[in-house]
């Protein structure tokens, strides 16, 4: 049976041949960002899943049963996919001029949970200044640099149900 993924002969998959990530490829959001180095965080297939939503460019989720645990609240797991896609694209709009141009990789990430998310949540990014600098000096001298991004996840009624930390590392393209 033939595949339903296109894989295009371009010289990035050329170069991945017997790489982790061909093998492993098995959606066209992934085959589209290893392409163009873009993608739409509400085009990443577990984020479509769960039916995460950007509201005026504030992501949120919803509580309803798919997202749910066995005391139905939102699962930790959602709320960790929410923060972390939230950080993600904090990390794209701090960097615009960078894209398509590197690729950014979650190297290390913590959250603590305060109170169970028991209706609609959304996402709130903070990064201090003197990172961003830090990571602009850093990235221009050697193509690579780290940069810490904090979460809140808020309900409706601005209740904290949980924040993190998440720390991406973004390495020029070498194709």
């Known amino acids: 049976m033939a595949s339903p993924y296109y894989f295009p002969k371009s010289k990035i998959f050329l170069k991945m041949k017997n790489s982790f990530v061909k093998k492993f490829l098995t959606d066209k959001a992934s085959i589209k960002y290893l392409e163009d180095g873009f993608i739409k965080a509400t085009d990443i297939p577990f984020v479509k899943y769960i039916k995460m939503k950007d509201k005026d460019g504030k992501l949120s989720l919803d509580l309803k049963k798919s997202v749910c645990n066995h005391v139905d609240t939102i699962h930790a797991a959602a709320q960790f996919t929410l923060a972390e896609t939230e950080s ?66 808020r309900d409706i009624e601005d209740t904290l149900t949980c924040e993190a930390n998440y720390n991406w590392y973004v390495q020029a393209r070498t194709d």
């Open 88 to 153: 993600g694209m904090r990390l794209q709009s701090l960097f615009p001029e960078l894209e398509q141009k590197v690729i950014p990789l979650l190297r290390e990430a913590n959250i603590k949970y305060k109170k169970p998310a028991t209706q609609e949540i959304f996402a709130y990014s903070f990064v201090k200044d003197e990172d961003v600098e830090k990571f602009k000096i850093q990235f221009q001298k050697k193509g690579r640099a780290l940069l810490k991004i904090r979460v809140e996840i």
